[in-house]
């Protein structure tokens, strides 16, 4: 009974110094500012709330939309219902009139923007909670919460709250996956693992290659000592359920294309003969071939061009000009790869000591260089901390640890704030470091006895 009240009392404590720490953010960090890619998910919110589907368009025909997967911009549509109910209104983000193109940002003018900013705290918030209870599977409630309000301080994670960019809530699905996950692995009740095939579900239809979350969970599952047969058939569970909570997605995807290969992709439009048309065309550049602005030509007409694109994958239009760089200027499958293999080193070794990228994304006037200089040296700092936890507690803490590992491998192909939900697990193995530096240097034991500590601190 005091252990829960204990629990309460810190889970209070979190939310409380979550909001504070959410709203000094707003207020200090890109304040008057979204990213550029803000559009891309209000705009079909306001859209849908106006009865004008599914659409990034500002003024009629508004056709329909699939280069970003819906879910996020539910969540920001369910924001300005509740903010419409009151009488207000939201207007569309100027991006010819307001663009930035030096701060790669849009001042906005309207009182609705920060009004979700403000929302977005409750995802931090939650985030926050899911952190310490998956922390407390496998550790003591002191060091659970001592490391969760350590994570409310961490930047690059607050910065997300700034922002109205998808990575924020698509980080909250991951560790609700990653929570019931855990639970599934420690104590093997069915209900968790239907719980966490609805977060993989959610956090499909944010981003499709989610799905690839799939296969990894089955690797973890064998990792932690389960049955492998029983580990397919929990896996394939999963994927029916996320294919099922898909079908209104993949059937309004196939309405438009008419080809069943938009499964390839989940329902999203960008589809792989487009990514690898745009990928050929980025090894032209990195050879010299094009130079920046044609690469960028080629990104802007393609990357969003929804049933077009749709049209061009599937009618072999993108095969022919992949096709037609062959030809003409030798690109191989052996040369893409060649050239990617120092990429996705480059990737991977940003993954742990890179975090410095996300200062890029803080806008502070007068201070904003500062910023990006100290968090490169801080974020180098990180990445040791980062390692010796995995060096130490990773034995641990491997079995609340799966997005952090998942991304970790994913950092080969997914780059910048893509690995966002990573940040909440990477904090853990940076933070247990402090943990052992606050036992050697206050309770003044020997960095060995430390570490014994920490590891015997069971439930």
Known sequence: ?????????????????????????????????????????????????????????TEEEFTPYFYRNPSYSLLLAGFLKCKKMFGSEIDYLDIKKNWDSHLLRIPYYNKEVEFIKYCQILLFGIISILLYLTLRLVIKPKYAFIISIMFTCFIPMLLFITLILRELLQ???LMGLNYFLSLYILQGKKIYLIILSLFLAMSVMILHVMIYLLPLIFVFMLFNKRNIVKSIKDCLLIFVMVLLISIPWLLRSYKYSNDYK????????LTYEKMAFINANRVLFKKGIINRQELLDVEINNYANSVEGFNKSFNGFYTTKIDSIIFNHGYNNFEKYKISIKDKIKNEIYGVFGIYNFFRFIY?????????????????????MFCFGILVFYKKLFPISFILFAFLIFSVELTGRRLAPMFPLYTVYVNSFLVVLYSKFVKKKSLKESIEEIIQENI
């Open 1 to 57: 009974m005091r252990e829960n009240t204990i629990v309460q009392k810190h889970i209070l404590i979190i939310i409380l110094v979550s909001l504070a720490m959410g709203i000094v953010s707003i207020n200090t960090i890109n304040n008057g500012y979204v990213d550029i890619d803000t559009s891309d998910y209000l705009h079909p919110a306001i859209n849908l709330i106006n009865d004008n589907g599914y659409t990034i368009d």
């Open 171 to 173: 980080t909250t699905l």
């Open 262 to 269: 938009i499964l390839k992709s989940f329902g999203s439009g």
């Open 364 to 384: 502070i006037p007068k201070l904003s260089y500062n910023v990006l200089v100290i968090g490169k040296l801080v974020a180098v700092l990180f990445g040791v």
